[in-house]
């Protein structure tokens, strides 16, 4: 960084830099160096050793490390009143939060397992546990009497052996029994000054997950017939334990619980109508002029109530009151004010309520969490500061310097955390913070410490070797004029920021080539036609798809002229141009020198369809709107998250409560007249997980699909518990996802948008620039003036930290303080 920057600090030489970020103490003389203070990084401290009555030399923390778990604390907005002052609390720490990072991959793996074991109802082959099988082949030979092989409906996705998969559970289990492990060694350290680091029933809960997990697993180790695992369940409960899963489930049982009222005046609706209507229309059992049973729906009181059930999820609707309405006119007095009430009225307010319920839990945890967040990087800046006020910004106040923000970050860069700084890239970091340009940082300077650590820099050479040889030359201007638009300001490569205008977009070259692209869309239309209609081919047909495949090399290589290598790869787009240049020039040699198939050409050439898209980002609406999108769906990340592992939970139930059942000729079906069969549904099944979460999805979208949810209780005799199973299967599914997750998701993600868009308009206060992101663009527009590119990338958490501020959080009410102490010393 020095090097290409020569006004920055120097960094300090690596047998001096501040060893904050090691697990054991560094030697005094090193962190005297690092700190400029004598003899401040290290104290010892002597303790009596109980019962023994022996003296105990026990190594402190230093300043670093302790201001390192501070900055870390807050960037997952949590803060302590303390820490740990025993030098033995640092390595646990790390290591904890690494094996944590591990565990988190360890329930994904988990999770993922689920979809690849092979179904409970379809395992036979208990004496062959590494042996691999044809899902149908395996499961068809345990499917009811009756049903034939073709019957059997699959994913077709290969299943792991048993033996396998029992292997990647006791290790993936394995990793989070460390962690664990680990979570209550460092509770211990906590515990010892006078905090807790996780609460009793945060540790309960882990400890129960984990032995239950293990338990399941060795019995079906012995017992690979099981009809029933509740390793599916424990699986999601693990996933629960992610603290960010954890906030936003209980946020949606938060939401459910403020429902209960308007959910019972909804229920009371259905009620009351379907005992209306079973009082009608029991006894009409003559048919409408189309045939179908005027009662149809309303046979008895039960039936009344499950129909009246299904017509408030609109899924049935208009079908449901045909028979009725065409019979009499008059029905439509009956049918009106249930439709009134229950979907136009309460339905709407339980949407309104579920949604304005979880806004206000997202705003209190956003708040709250800006608060812990300001407290933990304040209590970081008083463990480092300087002993001595030096002046900043006029006056005398305390400062870090830079040694000391060199110390914390390498000690950072050891979590796995959000921390995107590279090494080389430290002073870069350190500028943006620095708005006097002093080589200090005040505490109102510093305060911004964990949106910078958030963020990506990328320092690339501009200008390509061919083009700093050529310039001066005539050749040299010719490109230049070719690749330039003449536009003012600094020249920031080819993916400039927002604020800064592309030089190259609108440049000779740039319309040249999309001239070329739509040329070829128009061409493949002229294929297409062609291939149609069944219209024989001319053979120089060929020769243009080559010069199409072959003008795409010449752009990829006058860029490459224009731009170095580093930095025409820092752009996307040009790394799809590259490597859809490759593939299209590689497939038109084969068909040239190898006399490839030709079907195999043009499949290829689809790929320039995509590349058309790409030329669209030109057009600034297009543009904005896919980058809105982006962001959007980045930002609903929790929310729709939430929406899968309630697809997941529920089609885990699902296929161990109605897997392998759902055929045709299954006798305990028989003479059962199901609308499942007749519209052909029986690919939506639960034969394994893939079959199960895309039926799933499809009741959450659809709200309802009665022709599954029939035949799956139909499975059952009336008021058995395999009934009342099917039943509750269903009614929670539909309160849990249709009616709460999913409506959340669409909600959320429509105000998501709408608020990007608002942050984007230049005219808003969302668009007003930070201080650092001023010194930033500062910063760029010096090193384009050297030849080099910043490039800045701000993490995906830090965009959707941005977005929910602007959506929920309130202006900060200092007099509150709102450190929020809740006893347990974290704040």
């Known amino acids: 960084a020095q090097a290409l920057h020569p006004t920055r600090p120097t960094l300090p030489p690596p047998s001096s830099a501040p060893p904050g970020a090691a697990v054991r103490a560094p030697p005094q003389r090193r962190a005297r160096a690092a700190m400029g203070k004598p003899g401040t990084m290290l104290k010892r401290k002597s303790t009596k050793t109980l019962g023994k009555g022996l003296l105990d030399e026990k190594e402190e923390l230093d300043s670093v490390q302790v201001a390192t778990m501070a900055l870390h604390e807050a960037m997952q907005q949590r803060c302590f009143e303390k820490f740990p002052t025993d030098a033995a609390a640092f390595p646990i720490y790390l290591q904890y939060y690494q094996l944590l990072s591990w565990s988190h991959w360890a329930v994904l793996g988990l999770l993922v397992l689920t979809i690849f074991e092979p179904p409970l109802w379809c395992r036979s082959w208990d004496d062959r546990y590494f042996e691999i099988v044809s899902p149908v082949d395996a499961c068809s030979k345990n499917a009811p009497s009756g049903v034939h092989k073709s019957q059997v409906l699959m994913s077709n996705l290969p299943f792991l052996p048993i033996g396998y998969c029992l292997l990647l559970e006791y290790v993936l289990l394995g990793i989070i029994m460390a962690r664990v492990l680990y979570a209550a060694r460092l509770h211990q350290f906590f515990k010892g000054i006078g905090l807790t680091y996780r609460s009793n029933i945060a540790m309960i809960v882990d400890y129960v997950m984990i032995l239950l997990g293990f338990c399941d697993a060795f019995y079906f180790t012995f017992f690979p017939k099981a009809a029933i695992r509740i390793a599916p369940f424990i699986r999601f409960g693990l996933a629960v334990t992610i603290p960010w899963v954890n906030d936003v489930v209980f946020s949606f049982v938060r939401v459910t619980r403020k429902i209960v009222t308007i959910g019972v005046f909804l ?25 179908t049973p005027i009662n149809q729906g309303f046979e008895n009181y039960g039936n009344a109530v499950y129909t009246m059930f299904v017509t408030m999820t609109t899924a049935v609707l208009p079908d449901v009151m045909v028979p009725t309405y065409q019979h009499n006119r008059l029905y439509l007095l009956f049918w009106m004010p249930f439709f009134l009430l229950a979907i136009c009225i309460f339905t709407q307010v339980i949407l309104a309520t579920v949604y304005a319920e979880y806004g206000d839990q997202v705003t209190e945890r956003t708040k709250q969490g800006h608060k812990r967040r300001k407290a933990g990087i304040k209590a970081a800046f008083d463990t480092l500061k300087h002993p001595d006020k030096l002046a900043k910004k006029g006056k005398a106040q305390d400062v870090v310097l830079f040694q000391q923000f060199v110390a914390l970050v390498t000690s950072l860069r050891n979590f796995s955390t959000n921390n995107l700084i590279e090494e080389q890239h430290l002073s870069v970091c350190f500028k943006a913070l620095d708005d006097d340009n002093s080589e200090s940082l005040c505490e109102e300077e510093f305060v911004d410490m964990c949106s910078v650590l958030q963020t990506r820099f990328q320092v690339t050479k501009r200008d390509s070797w061919v083009k700093e040889h050529l310039a001066g030359t005539e050749y040299g201007r010719l490109l230049e004029r070719l690749m330039s638009n003449g536009a003012d300001g600094p020249d920031l490569g080819c993916c400039p920021p927002a604020w800064a205008e592309s030089k190259f977009i609108g440049s000779p070259f740039d319309i040249m080539m999309n001239t070329i692209l739509g040329l070829n869309v128009v061409w493949l239309i002229v294929q297409s036609v062609y291939d149609l209609n069944n219209i024989p081919e001319h053979s120089w047909f060929s020769a243009i798809d080559m010069l199409f495949s072959f003008g795409y090399i010449f752009e990829v290589a006058i860029k490459l002229c224009w731009w170095s290598v580093t930095e025409y790869w820092t752009s996307n787009d040009n790394r799809f141009d590259f490597i859809t240049t490759v593939i299209l020039a590689g497939a038109g040699i084969a068909f040239v020198c190898f006399d490839a198939s030709r079907d195999v050409i043009k499949f290829l050439n689809l790929l320039r369809l995509v590349r058309l898209l790409k030329a669209l980002n030109n057009i600034p609406t297009y543009e904005e709107t896919v980058q809105t999108i982006s962001r959007m769906v980045t930002t609903c990340g929790d929310v729709l998250v939430m929406n899968l592992l309630m697809i997941y939970l529920w089609s885990s139930a699902g296929l161990q409560l109605f897997g392998g059942q759902l055929f045709e000729s299954n006798p305990v079906l028989k003479g059962e007249d199901l609308d499942y069969f007749s519209s ?99 910063m760029q527009s010096e090193m384009a003036a050297e030849g080099y590119v910043l490039h800045i990338e701000e993490s995906a958490e830090l965009q959707r930290e941005k977005i929910y501020k602007a959506m929920f959080e309130e202006e900060d009410d200092d007099e509150a303080g709102g450190d929020g102490d809740d006893g347990n010393g974290e704040k």
């Open 680 to 778: 052909h549904f029986e690919v939506y099944n639960f034969n394994d997980m893939i079959l199960g979460m895309v039926t799933m999805f499809f009741v959450t979208i659809t709200n309802w699909t009665a022709q599954v949810a029939e035949v799956t209780i139909a499975l059952y005799e009336h008021f058995t518990f395999g009934w009342y199973m099917a039943c509750g299967f269903w009614l929670t599914f539909y309160v849990g996802s249709p009616l709460i997750a999913f409506n959340v998701f669409t909600a959320f993600s429509i105000d998501v948008f709408c608020k990007i868009e608002e942050m984007t308009d230049p005219d808003s206060d969302g668009a007003k620039k930070s201080e650092v992101e001023t010194n930033l663009e500062r």
């Open 267 to 291: 229920i009371g609706t259905i009620v009351v109508f379907a005992w209306i209507a079973a009082m009608l229309f029991d006894d009409m059992t003559e048919k409408d002029a189309n045939g």
